[in-house]
């Protein structure tokens, strides 16, 4: 009977709480209206980009009161759920409005705002891939190291791929663009892709140090053709990704394998110095072992592209190497795509600044360096492969992109009224996948503390990556390592000191803008 009671006196499970999260697109043309949520219940962030213009609300579904600009006026709003719909209310100083949300259908979110009823649409997201081959037809000389033996390259080993994703929601498109090439700076190709509609272009370089020689103050003509021709290529593989798009999902993982050593040793007399040849293998630290997956799929057919973010410079292959490679990176991608065909593999490198690969090649001889290489991509491949198995996706059809990209005027360490131009950008995708992307040479630090402070569930560093214009910066050190000193963090780097800390601060503003948080508006208290 006791029992009995209890059912009696439950009351009935309320109705479930949908979540709103994702891009919706106004089903009323030519009205152009966007709205972009990401829902964490209590938290409620709505951006709407409508007739050229954003606006952001941040609500708390709980009932508390938040001020917010609302078309363009500040006002009071409350958010209260009603069922499976939810209820806004804005108070401003001279009108009350009410907007009603609520999903009619998984991919159908309805408006109901005063006699109005506006229906939105889901836009999933979109994808699309190419490839070129930019492997020099002429023998150039040779990028990263002043004292090779050899004058230009002298053959091919391997090819030098730039490799394309696109990313496309309703708002914005971004384009990531893989080279195996040591820097890349290109403002031809920044404003080409501006003209075919991208938001943001990401030229990220592996750094391999068996590239070829072409950015120069003054080019020669062979180097002034290559950088013409690589432009070309990768232009053209832009426009044939973009003419094959498809809908899109996106799975995200995190893996460990230590195959390299922070080469900035501090020494007995209290400053750092580069080992560049640690033919012992010393695990030298501190580091960032971890590299982080990022698979895109498509729905019925599989995984398309996978994108491996890890930080070790491409320097397998010493100054005794004279053919063209794209180093381990290179054995990875074809050991990966082996394993997994169909697969686009791209390699995106982080904040390498200071960490060089454990396996080194300096036997002289092309047998064993290459033998060297190949180890330590394949030993990076099977650990990737396995790491595999922990993807998970996103859990959202839809993810809305959004990008912001700057240029930022930092002094120059050592000459005093000269100043670097370093261009940086921030992109978010979805709400838990976020890029920080910088041109030169981080050092991990930077790395890690951009993942410890960005506040999202994947954060991505790229290094060596042109985005938003100025030139390479070379290297770009912490304040700590910038103290301590060696290669790369009192010599061969041109930056300020505290430079690395001020672009991070700068990315971290604009990925928090990106999230929505800058209020028009005071807080509560």
Known sequence: MRFLLLLMITPLS????????????????????????????PTLIVQVIENNRQETAFYSTDGVDRPNTIQGKPAKTVARWDGSALVI????????????????APNTLVLKRQNQVLVHELVPLRAGLAQADITPA????????????????NGHHDPLMAKVLILESAAARLAIVSLDLGSIVSARLRDEAAKMGFSLLLLAASHTHSGPLFLSPEPDAAQAAFLRQTEDKILSALKQAAGQMFVARLSTARGSAQLGYNRLVLREHGRARAAFNNLERIPYG??????????????GVGPRALLIHHSIHPVVL????CKYSADFP????????AALPGVQSMFIQGGAGDMNP??????????????????MGELLAADVLKTRAKLRDTGMASHPIRTNAQVLRLDDRWESGKTVEVGIAAALIGRDIAIAAIPGEPLHTLQTTWKHRADVAFPLFYGYTYSAGGEWPGYIPDLKSAAYGGYGADVSTRVEVGAGEKILERLLQSLYGLRGYWSAVPGLP
Not at 318 to 321: A, F, K, Y
Request: contains cysteine; hydrophobic residues 30%; proline residues 9%.
């Open 358 to 375: 454990l396996f080194l090649g300096r036997a002289g001889n092309d047998k064993d360096d290459f033998a060297q290489v190949n180890r």
């Open 330 to 337: 290179g054995a990875m991608n074809g050991a990966i795509q």
């Open 286 to 299: 501190p580091l960032d072992a971890e590299y982080m997956l990022l698979e895109v799929s498509e729905p």
């Open 14 to 41: 309320a109705a479930p709480r949908p979540d709103f999260s994702g891009e919706w697109r106004l089903q009323s043309p030519p009205l152009s209206r966007i709205v972009q949520i990401d829902h964490r219940d």
């Open 138 to 153: 002429n023998f150039m000389p040779m990028y990263g190291y002043r004292n090779r033996s050899c004058g230009p390259a």
């Open 318 to 321: 010493g100054p005794t190497n």
């Open 89 to 104: 209310t804005a108070t401003g100083e001279q009108d009350v409005t009410t907007d009603r949300y609520e999903l009619t």
